[in-house]
Nanobody
């Protein structure tokens, strides 16, 4: 089993930035792809970004491409999501997740373990 703990959410103005962090424990973190998904009020959870186990490859939803950057530090068992140029439509609970395999996740269905989530609110 893996435990994931997110942090870094909060309230920010339109155009602002936030950096989310996710610390993993309980399993060999470095051999699995990682990623982030989000769920806005009244909507289904959606894929945001993913990174390969080595950190060499990343993949983004079109809605965040060019604004968000995912990265990881395997020595610290931590994955990050740098969010710039935030928009009110980015408001959601953001979840850290671990891939079901060593492959790069490309959608929500590719993740097998989830954190509790951290709230991000962007005011207009």
């Amino acid at each position: 089993q893996v435990q994931l703990v997110e942090s870094g959410g909060g309230l920010v103005q339109d155009g602002g930035s936030l950096r989310l962090s996710c610390v993993a424990s309980g399993r060999t973190f470095r051999f699995y792809g990682m990623g982030w998904c989000r769920q806005a009020p009244g909507k289904e959870r959606e894929f945001v970004a993913a990174i390969s186990w080595s950190g060499d490859t990343t993949y983004y939803a079109d809605s965040v491409k060019g604004r968000f950057t995912i990265s990881r530090d395997n020595a610290k068992n931590t994955v990050y999501l740098q969010m710039n140029s935030l928009k009110p439509e980015d408001t959601a609970v953001y979840y850290c997740a671990v891939s079901r395999s060593a492959n790069l996740p490309r959608g929500e269905a590719d993740f097998g373990s989830w954190g509790q989530g951290t709230q991000v609110t962007v005011s207009s």
